[in-house]
């Protein structure tokens, strides 16, 4: 029966050789954030957009609508 042997001079060469992926993923972390934060931004407008344009209830959850209906229409406006 064979075993591997894995050569760790050749995994730290392949690890330094390869892309530093430190900025991507900040920018995706941050970015994640900032999504969440304007999605729960959204819950606390919404009273606030309420008073000042006098909507009622149903034009009120319009706006919740329209933001998550943004979700699944540019699902299919991306690229495949």
Do not use: C
């Amino acid at each position: 029966m064979a075993h591997g042997v894995t050569n760790s001079s050749a995994v730290s060469a392949d690890l330094s050789a390869g892309q530093d992926y430190r900025r991507p993923l900040a920018m995706v972390t941050t970015l994640f954030f900032m999504w969440g934060f304007l999605t729960s931004l959204n819950d606390i407008l919404i009273p606030h957009l309420k008073s000042i344009f006098d909507l009622n209830y149903a034009k009120a959850m319009l706006i919740q609508f329209a933001f998550f209906t943004s979700y699944f229409v540019f699902l299919f406006l991306r690229e495949n």
